[in-house]
C-alpha cells in the first residue's frame, strides 16, 4: 500500500515537475473534441478575447488563453514576444495535444513569433497535427520606409497548416502576399482570409467603429466560422 | 561668416529637432516611381510636382493619427501659398468611395490621390500609416516621418523651409545644407 501512496506521489511530483515550465494560461473546460489554445498579442489578453474564451467553452470548444505579457512579465512591446522561450511555448502546445482534443492555436500580431518557433520545435508529426490560426501576424525583422521588408526565420514549419486572418484596414494587407510566400517557403502550407471592415486590434481600439464593437463581441462565432471554413482537422 | 554661423545653427536645430519628431534624414535618395489616379480620375506622377518641395504622405481613411494630422496638413498648405511646396496626400489601398465618404467629412484643398491596390504604398515600401517622405525640389527623398506630426509648426515646419531654402540657393549651398540631421 505504501508503495503504491509513493508511486502516486511520484507521478504527482513528476506531473508537476513536467508543468513547471509551462507558461500560466486560463483554461475554459469544455467537453466538445476541440481544444483552442488562445495566444494574445503584445499588449497582453482584452476583456472582449476573455468573453470570446468563455463563449467558445459554453460552445463546446475548450479554450487555453494564454497570455505572454502577464506570464513572463514582460512589457507590452513587441519586441517582448521574441523573448519568450520557445520550448517552453512547445511544452505547452504537447500539454494541448497529450489532453487528446484536435488542437487549434490562434496568435494575434507578434505572438505568431514565439508560437512559430515553438511549432518549430516540435517533431515533425506533432507539427502535423497541429492547425495554426494568426491573426495579422507580425514577422518582421524589418520594415523601413523605401526598403525591402525583412522576415524572420524561426525554423522548419514543415508540415504546419496556417491560416492567417487579415483585416482589410491595415498597413500589413498589401504585404500579405510577401509574408505567406516566406511560411511557405519555411515549409508551411499557408492560406488567409480577409476580414472585412476591421482594423488591427479592432477588440481593444480606442475609438472603435460600431461594426467593431458589434464584431467584438461575436469574435467566439469569426473564430468558429473561420475555423469550419477552413476545414483544419 | 554670419550666413555659415546661420547655416550651422539652422542644421544643429533639424539635427535635435529632427530627431524629436522622429523625422528621420535621407540622403538624398532617388524617389520611387509614383504613379496614380487623383479623385478626378487625372494621372498624377511626380513629374507633375517638377522645381517644388513635395510632401508626399500615406494614409488612410480608417487611419486615427492620419486623420489627427491632416488638419496641419491645410494649414500648411494656406501658411505657403505661393511657395513652391506640394502637399501631396495619397491614399493606401482604399476604394474610391471610401475616401470620397471620408472627404465629405473633411474638407482639404490639397490633392488626394488614390492608391487602391496599394501598388505605390508597395513601390515606397510604406508598413504604417501615416508615413511621409519629404523630396527635394530635384525629387529626390530627403526625409521620412512614420506617424503623425503637426506639420504646420516646431521640427516639420524647420525641415520643409530648410528643403525650400535649397530652391534658392546655388548648388555649393546646397552641399553645405546637407550637413543636417543624418
Not at chain 1, 69 to 74: D, H, K, M, N, T
Not at chain 1, 75 to 82: K, N
Not at chain 2, 32 to 55: F, I, M, Q, S
Not at chain 2, 171 to 178: I, L, W
Amino acid at each position: 500500500m505504501s508503495f503504491f501512496r509513493f508511486l502516486l506521489l511520484g507521478l504527482w511530483a513528476c506531473s508537476f515537475a513536467a508543468r513547471a515550465d509551462v507558461p500560466d494560461h486560463q483554461v475554459y473546460p469544455a467537453e466538445g473534441p476541440q481544444l483552442l489554445l488562445w495566444v494574445a498579442s503584445e499588449r497582453g489578453r482584452a476583456e472582449p478575447e476573455v468573453h470570446a474564451a468563455q463563449q467558445l467553452a459554453a460552445q463546446g470548444v475548450e479554450t487555453w488563453s494564454l497570455d505572454l505579457v502577464s506570464a513572463y512579465f514582460l512589457p507590452q512591446l513587441a519586441s517582448s514576444m521574441d523573448t519568450v522561450p520557445a520550448q517552453e511555448v512547445a511544452d505547452l502546445l504537447r500539454a494541448a495535444q497529450a489532453s487528446g482534443k484536435r488542437v487549434v492555436v490562434y496568435a494575434v500580431s507578434r505572438a505568431a513569433v514565439p508560437l512559430l518557433r515553438a511549432a518549430a520545435a516540435l517533431e515533425p508529426a506533432e507539427r502535423q497535427r497541429l492547425c495554426v490560426m494568426l491573426m495579422y501576424p507580425n514577422l518582421y525583422t524589418v520594415a523601413e520606409p523605401l526598403a525591402e521588408p525583412d522576415f524572420l526565420v524561426v525554423g522548419s514549419l514543415a508540415g504546419l497548416r496556417v491560416q492567417v486572418l487579415q483585416p482589410r484596414r491595415s498597413a500589413a494587407t498589401p504585404w500579405l502576399p510577401g509574408l505567406l510566400d516566406h511560411l511557405t517557403q519555411q515549409g508551411a502550407t499557408a492560406g488567409h482570409v480577409i476580414l472585412e471592415n476591421l482594423r488591427e486590434g479592432y477588440w481593444a481600439r480606442e475609438t472603435p467603429t460600431e461594426f467593431e464593437i458589434a464584431e467584438s463581441r461575436r469574435m467566439d462565432a469569426m473564430l468558429l466560422r473561420e475555423l469550419n471554413n477552413w476545414g483544419c482537422k | 561668416m554670419k550666413r555659415w554661423l546661420g547655416l550651422c545653427a539652422m542644421g544643429l536645430m533639424l539635427a535635435g529637432g529632427a530627431q524629436a519628431a522622429g523625422f528621420e534624414a535621407r540622403s538624398a535618395t532617388p524617389a520611387p516611381e509614383l504613379k496614380a489616379n487623383d479623385l478626378k480620375g487625372a494621372p498624377k506622377t511626380l513629374a507633375d510636382y517638377r522645381g517644388k518641395v513635395v510632401l508626399l504622405n500615406f494614409w488612410a481613411s480608417w487611419c486615427p493619427p492620419c486623420l489627427r494630422e491632416m488638419p496641419s496638413m491645410e494649414r500648411l498648405r494656406q501658411k505657403m501659398t505661393g511657395r513652391p511646396l506640394a502637399i501631396v496626400a495619397i491614399d493606401s489601398a482604399e476604394a474610391e468611395d471610401e475616401v470620397n465618404a471620408f472627404l465629405s467629412k473633411m474638407k482639404l484643398s490639397f490633392p488626394i490621390l488614390l492608391d487602391p491596390d496599394g501598388s505605390n504604398t508597395k513601390r515606397w515600401k510604406v508598413f504604417a500609416l501615416p508615413t511621409t517622405f519629404l523630396l527635394d525640389a530635384e525629387g529626390r527623398v530627403r526625409y521620412v516621418l512614420t506617424g503623425p506630426t503637426e506639420w504646420d509648426e516646431g521640427e516639420a515646419l524647420a525641415v520643409i523651409e530648410s528643403l525650400l531654402a535649397e530652391t534658392h540657393a546655388p548648388p555649393k549651398q546646397v552641399e553645405s545644407r546637407r550637413l543636417t540631421p543624418q
